[in-house]
C-alpha cells in the first residue's frame, strides 16, 4: 500500500510557496490612484480638472504666502522689500500682535495677567470637560471667576473675595433651609447672598485701605484684541448654559406663570436679531441710565449675548428634553423622587446627551458672533482690524493678512470645540446611535 | 458680583443725575480728563498708533480743547464711535464733544439738537480715476461707470451732478471702502467717488499712487467739524474758541516754536496779546487760566502744523490745503477776531 503511488510521486512540496507580489499595477500607490482617481473616463477628468484647480490656486496663494515679508514698519517699506514680486505683509501681524490679541489700550506691562488667566482657564475648563480628571480639581473651577476677574480687572482683591464669600453664604442658607422646601431654599440662599454682599460693600473700601492686596486696574473700556472676543465667548457660554437648562424646564413646567414667562422670554429673544440687542446695550440703554453715567460695557454686552444665547439653548435642550420616551418620567415618578431628583438623575442627565451636538454648534456660533460687538465701537478682534490697525497711515490698504490671521484664529478655537464635542458624544455613547 | 456692580452703578447715576444737567466745565474740571468722541480708525483724522496713543487731526482738536481746561492735552478719555453710535454718545452725555469728522448738517443741528461750533476741515466729494484715461474734468466722464458706496449721500450728490451737466454714468454699487479700493484697482470701475480726503486717503495706500489723479471737481459741501450738546453755550464757547484760537493762531504767525518766545511779554500786535493771554482777559471770560491759547499752541501746535502733521502734503495722505487755507490765502478758515 505504501508503495503504491512510490513511483508516481517525484517531488513533494515540504513548504508553502512564498506569495509572488501582485502585479504592479494591483499594488500600492498606483492602484489607490487607480480605483480612487482615475475609476472611470468622467471620473478621471474630474481628477485632472480638480488638480489643475489646486494647482492653478498653489500657482499664486503658495508664493504670497511663502514671499511673506515678516520684518518692516509699514505698508510702503514692505512693497519696497517685495520690489513687485508677489508677497504677503505678514509684518503688519508682528507689529501689532499685541494689539491683535489684547486691544490697543491694554497696558503692556501687564500682558502677563490675561495671558495667565488663559492658562489658568485650560485648568479651570479641564475637570469640566473630561470627568476622568480627579473630582478635587472642580474646587479650582469654582474658583476660577473670581481668580480671572481680579488678574484681567486688576483692582482690589478683596471685591472678588466678597463676592465668593457671598455665594458661600448663599450656598450655606440654601443647605439650611432645603430640607423644608427646595424653593424656599433657593429664594433663602439669594437673599443670604445679597445681604452678604450689601453689607460687603461698606466694608471693602475699607479693608482695602488697611489691607491693600491688588493689581492695578484695567478699565473695561481697555480691554479688546482676541482677548475680548475669548472673555466674551467664555462668559456667556457658560453662563447662558445653566440659564438655558432653567428656561427649557420652565417652558414645559406645568404652572401657567413661570411656563408663560419662559415662553415669552425664549420667543421674544429668538425674534431679535443678536445686532439689535447689542445696539439696544449701547444706545439704548444710556437713554434710560442719567447722564453721565456709565454702566459697564462689557456688563451690558455680556448680559445680552447671554440672554440671547440661553434662549437658543433652551430650545436646543428643550428638543433634548422632548426626545426622551415618556416612559423615564413615569419610572422617575415609580420611584418616589421628586421633581428636583427626578430631573438632576433621571432626565437631564439623557437629555443633555441628546443635546450635545445642538449645544456645541451654539456656542461655536455664539464665539463667532461676539465679533458683532464691533459694530458698537467695541475693539474685539474685528474691531481692531477694521479700526485702529487699517485706519493708521502705516498699514492702511492690509486686507488679506489681516483677516486671514483673525480667521485662522477663530478656526483653531472652533475646530477645536467641534472636535471635542464629538469626542464627547463617542464617550456617552450608550448603544442607541444608529 | 455682577450685581453689585449693577446696584453700585446704579447709586452713582442717582448721585450724579442731579449734578450734570449743565456746566460740561465744571464737570471735565472736577473729573480731570475730558471724554472726547472720535472715529474708531479713520486714516490721518483719527487712529491709535502702534503704542495705542491717538493721533490725528479730529484727535488734535480734542487734545486742543483738553489743554486749554486742564493744561494737559494727554488728559483725554478718547470714546471710539462709529457712524452709528456717535450722537446717542453725545447726547446722553457720555462724552463732552465729539470730533469725529462729522458734516454740519442742518437737520443736526436743529432737530438733533447738537452745537457745531465751526468747521475744522472742509471736505467735499471728487472723482478719482486712473491718468491713464486721460480725462482732465469731471464733465468728461460721459458714460463713465462708477464705484459709490450705496445709501450714503455721495449717491445723491453724484446723480444730481450728472443730471445737471446732462451727462450719463452707469454706477456700480459697492458697501465699504474696502471693497471700493479692490473693485477700482481691479477695473471693475473708471471712477471711484467719496469724499475727497477719503479719496487721498485711499490713494496713499496704493502700489503706485501716482498712477491715479483726483479730479479738480468738488460736488458737494461736506463741512466737518466739532459739536457739543444743545444747552451749554459756555462750554460750547470753550470748545469754538480753542479751535479758533489754532487757526486765528497760524494766521497771526504764531507757531509752536515761537509761542513761548512771544508770550514772554506783551508785543507789538495787541491781538496776539490778547490770543496769548499777555494783555486782557479773555482767559478769565470763558472761565479759563489766562495762558490757555499759549498752552494749546505750544502742545499741539497752530492749525496749519496739525494739518501738516497729520494730512499734509508730507504724509503719505498728501492733502493740498486748498480750501482749508487760511482767508488771506483764498482759503476759507476765518477766525472772528480775538477781542
Redesign the interface.
Known amino acids: 500500500m505504501s508503495d503504491t503511488h512510490a513511483q508516481s510521486v517525484g517531488f513533494v512540496q515540504k513548504t508553502q510557496i512564498p506569495p509572488s507580489p501582485p502585479p504592479a499595477a494591483e499594488t500600492g500607490a498606483f492602484k489607490w490612484m487607480r480605483e480612487n482617481l482615475f475609476s472611470s473616463t468622467a471620473n478621471a477628468i474630474m481628477t485632472i480638472l480638480g488638480i489643475l484647480a489646486i494647482y492653478w490656486f498653489a500657482s499664486f496663494s503658495l508664493p504670497w504666502l511663502l514671499n511673506g515679508v515678516w520684518d518692516a514698519e509699514n505698508?510702503?517699506q514692505c512693497?519696497e522689500i517685495l520690489d513687485g514680486t508677489s508677497g504677503a505683509c505678514f509684518a503688519v501681524i508682528a507689529?501689532?500682535w499685541n494689539?491683535l490679541i489684547f486691544g490697543?489700550?491694554y497696558p503692556s506691562e501687564e500682558y502677563w495677567r490675561p495671558f495667565l488667566a488663559f492658562l489658568l482657564l485650560l485648568v479651570a475648563a479641564a475637570p469640566v470637560l473630561f470627568s476622568k480628571l480627579p473630582r478635587k480639581m472642580l474646587i479650582f473651577t469654582g474658583l476660577y471667576p473670581?481668580i480671572a476677574?481680579f488678574l484681567i480687572w486688576g483692582g482690589s482683591i478683596w471685591?472678588?473675595v466678597f463676592?465668593l464669600l457671598?455665594f458661600v453664604a448663599g450656598y450655606f442658607a440654601f443647605k439650611k433651609l432645603e430640607k423644608q422646601s427646595f424653593a424656599m431654599g433657593f429664594f433663602g440662599g439669594v437673599i443670604a447672598a445679597?445681604a452678604f454682599?450689601?453689607v460687603s460693600?461698606f466694608i471693602t473700601p475699607d479693608l482695602s485701605r488697611i489691607i491693600p492686596i491688588d493689581l492695578p486696574a484695567v478699565p473695561s473700556?481697555d480691554m479688546g484684541g482676541f482677548m475680548l472676543n475669548l472673555i466674551l465667548g467664555t462668559v456667556c457660554i457658560s453662563l447662558s448654559l445653566p440659564i438655558g437648562i432653567l428656561l427649557a424646564l420652565g417652558r414645559r413646567s406645568q404652572m401657567p406663570l413661570i411656563k408663560w414667562i419662559c415662553v415669552i422670554f425664549i420667543e421674544f429673544i429668538r425674534g431679535v436679531p443678536l445686532i439689535t440687542l447689542l445696539?439696544v446695550a449701547?444706545?439704548?440703554l444710556?437713554?434710560f441710565?442719567?447722564?453721565?453715567?456709565?454702566?459697564?460695557l462689557i456688563?451690558r454686552v455680556i448680559i445680552m449675548i447671554t440672554m440671547f444665547a440661553s434662549a437658543y439653548i433652551a430650545e436646543v435642550i428643550r428638543g433634548g428634553l422632548a426626545a426622551l420616551p415618556k416612559g423615564q418620567y413615569e419610572a422617575a415618578d415609580s420611584l418616589g423622587l421628586d421633581y428636583a431628583q427626578a430631573m438632576r438623575l433621571i432626565i437631564l442627565p439623557q437629555a443633555l446627551k441628546i443635546s450635545i451636538p445642538g449645544i456645541v454648534n451654539v456656542a461655536v456660533g455664539l464665539f463667532k458672533d461676539t465679533t458683532l460687538v464691533s459694530?458698537?465701537?467695541m475693539?474685539d478682534m474685528v474691531?481692531m482690524i477694521?479700526?485702529?490697525?487699517?485706519?493708521?497711515?502705516?498699514w492702511?490698504?492690509v486686507?488679506w493678512e489681516l483677516f486671514l490671521f483673525a480667521a485662522l484664529l477663530f478656526f483653531v478655537v472652533c475646530y477645536g470645540i467641534s472636535q471635542y464635542s464629538q469626542w464627547l458624544e463617542r464617550q456617552l455613547n450608550t448603544g442607541h446611535s444608529r | 458680583m455682577n450685581k453689585s456692580v449693577f446696584f453700585g452703578a446704579l447709586t452713582v447715576a442717582g448721585l450724579a443725575a442731579g449734578a450734570s444737567a449743565a456746566a460740561t466745565l465744571d464737570d471735565v474740571k472736577a473729573r480731570g480728563t475730558l471724554n472726547c468722541g472720535v472715529s474708531t480708525g479713520l486714516v490721518g483724522f483719527a487712529a491709535p498708533d502702534a503704542d495705542g496713543e491717538w493721533e490725528g487731526f479730529d484727535v488734535a482738536v480734542c487734545r486742543a480743547v483738553a489743554t486749554a481746561v486742564l493744561g494737559d492735552p494727554n488728559a483725554v478719555e478718547f470714546v471710539p464711535t462709529t457712524g452709528k453710535t456717535r450722537f446717542t454718545a453725545l447726547a446722553s452725555g457720555e462724552i463732552d464733544m465729539l470730533a469725529r469728522n462729522t458734516t454740519w448738517t442742518f437737520s443736526r443741528d436743529v432737530d438733533l439738537k447738537f452745537t457745531f461750533v465751526g468747521v475744522n476741515y472742509y471736505d467735499g466729494q471728487g472723482f478719482m480715476i486712473p491718468k491713464a484715461l486721460g480725462v482732465s474734468s469731471a464733465k468728461e466722464l460721459d458714460g463713465a461707470t462708477v464705484c459709490i458706496q450705496t445709501g450714503t449721500t455721495t449717491e445723491l450728490n453724484l446723480a444730481d451732478y450728472f443730471r445737471v451737466n446732462n451727462i450719463s454714468y452707469e454706477p456700480v454699487p459697492i458697501e465699504t471702502n474696502a471693497e471700493a479700493q479692490q473693485q477700482y484697482l481691479a477695473g471693475a470701475c473708471d471712477v471711484y467717488t467719496t469724499d475727497a480726503s477719503g479719496l487721498a486717503a485711499t490713494r496713499a495706500t496704493f502700489e503706485a499712487p501716482g498712477d491715479h489723479v483726483i479730479l479738480p471737481e468738488i460736488i458737494s459741501k461736506e463741512p466737518l467739524g466739532p459739536l457739543v450738546r444743545h444747552g451749554d453755550s459756555e462750554w460750547g464757547d470753550v470748545v469754538r474758541w480753542s479751535l479758533n484760537a489754532m487757526v486765528a493762531a497760524e494766521e497771526l504767525g504764531v507757531t509752536s516754536a515761537n509761542v513761548g518766545e512771544m508770550s514772554m511779554e506783551a508785543g507789538d500786535n495787541p491781538e496776539i496779546n490778547r490770543l496769548l493771554g499777555t494783555e486782557g482777559n479773555l482767559g478769565e471770560m470763558l472761565g479759563l487760566d489766562a495762558g490757555w491759547a499759549k498752552m494749546i499752541i505750544e502742545n499741539i501746535g497752530n492749525y496749519g502744523e496739525v494739518f501738516e502733521a497729520n494730512i499734509g502734503e508730507s504724509t503719505p495722505i498728501g492733502l493740498a490745503r486748498g480750501l482749508n487755507a487760511q482767508w488771506t490765502e483764498g482759503g476759507l478758515l476765518y477766525a472772528p477776531p480775538f477781542r
Open positions: 505698508l510702503s512693497r507689529e501689532r494689539q490697543f489700550q473670581f476677574f471685591v472678588p463676592a457671598g445679597f454682599w450689601w460693600g473700556r445696539f449701547n444706545v439704548v444710556a437713554y441710565l442719567p447722564p453721565g453715567t456709565t454702566f459697564d456688563l459694530v458698537i465701537s475693539f474691531g477694521r479700526g485702529p490697525i487699517l485706519a493708521s497711515t502705516d492702511n490698504g486686507y
